[in-house]
């Protein structure tokens, strides 16, 4: 079983020396398979994430970097992928990216399966690829199954696996799983998790990438108001029982959008017996 943690490139110095004892306290509680560390689309955090990546990388630590497309031109993606070659880095999270708001410029790439090809034409089996995958239906699809039928598209173009977009329903993700299946996908694909710690951002997230937050956690949730000790606890209890049906009915692993906060995941690991 694959157990996985994301990060993203703390923007500030007290950031980065917060994630180096985030760091440590994964590796000492939990060790995880690898750490996978996002890329903001359009500049914001591009630089951000080979940084923390070759700090990681030279720590002995497994680093997936996320690599997006859009906006970018093939020049300056065979440049990222030379640079992490180079490194020694050997797993990659391939996707589309959106564009940032008044940023109009597509680029070469215009979906997330034309930077796999890119990825497979340039570098061949170097680099064990990582897709993204919504069981709810990535939130600008034409429909469920044309979202589904690229998906499967985007695997076959030579991904490795898939990680999900987070969710709170497990039904979503076993359909998503047979239904792939069906259409001859079978590399694993792994739930995302995300932690419930902050009502008001968890909202605002999930509007914005199309999970859907059933009813009654958010109605649990908004009824704490600012008690942000009950939204933890209620939340470390959702999450948990959603993490242990989707291990015990076959979920090939976790990962973990860990916000760059160890606290939540490693209490929810440890209720798991992962720790
Ligand atoms: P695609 O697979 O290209 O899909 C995007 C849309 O286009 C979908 O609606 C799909 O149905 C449609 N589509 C796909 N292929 C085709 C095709 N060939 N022709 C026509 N339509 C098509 N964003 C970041 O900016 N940085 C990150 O680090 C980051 N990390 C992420 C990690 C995970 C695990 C996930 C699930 C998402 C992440 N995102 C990140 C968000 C992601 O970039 C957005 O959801 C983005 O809108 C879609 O990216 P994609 O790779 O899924 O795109």
Known sequence: MEISVEFFPPKTPEGEIKLRLVRERFNQKLKPSFYSVTFGAGGSTQSGTLQIVSEMHAAGEMAAPHLSCVGSSRESVRDMLIQYRNLGIRRIVALRGDLPSGMGQYGEFLHANELVDFIR???????????????????????????????????????????????????????????????????????????????????????????????????????????????????????????????????????????????????????????
Request: glycine residues 6%.
């Open 121 to 275: 034409a340039e570098t061949g089996d170097w680099f064990h690829i990582d897709v993204a995958a919504y069981p709810e239906t990535h939130p600008q699809s034409k429909s469920p199954l044309s979202d589904l039928d690229f998906f499967v598209q985007k695997m076959k173009s030579g991904a490795n696996s898939a990680i999900t977009q987070y969710f709170f329903n497990c039904d979503a993700y076993f359909r998503f799983i047979e239904e792939a299946n069906d259409l001859g996908v079978v590399q694993p694909i792994i739930p995302g998790i995300m932690p419930i710690t902050n009502s008001t951002q968890l909202i605002r997230f999930s509007e914005a990438c199309g999970a859907e937050i059933p009813r009654w956690i958010r109605l649990r949730l908004q009824s704490y108001g600012d008690d942000v000790a009950s939204i933890r606890a209620f939340g470390e209890d959702v999450v948990t029982d959603l993490c242990d049906q989707l291990l015990s009915d076959g979920a090939p692993g976790l990962h973990f959008y860990s916000l760059n906060q160890a606290d939540t995941v490693l209490a929810i690991a440890e209720n798991l017996g992962l720790v």
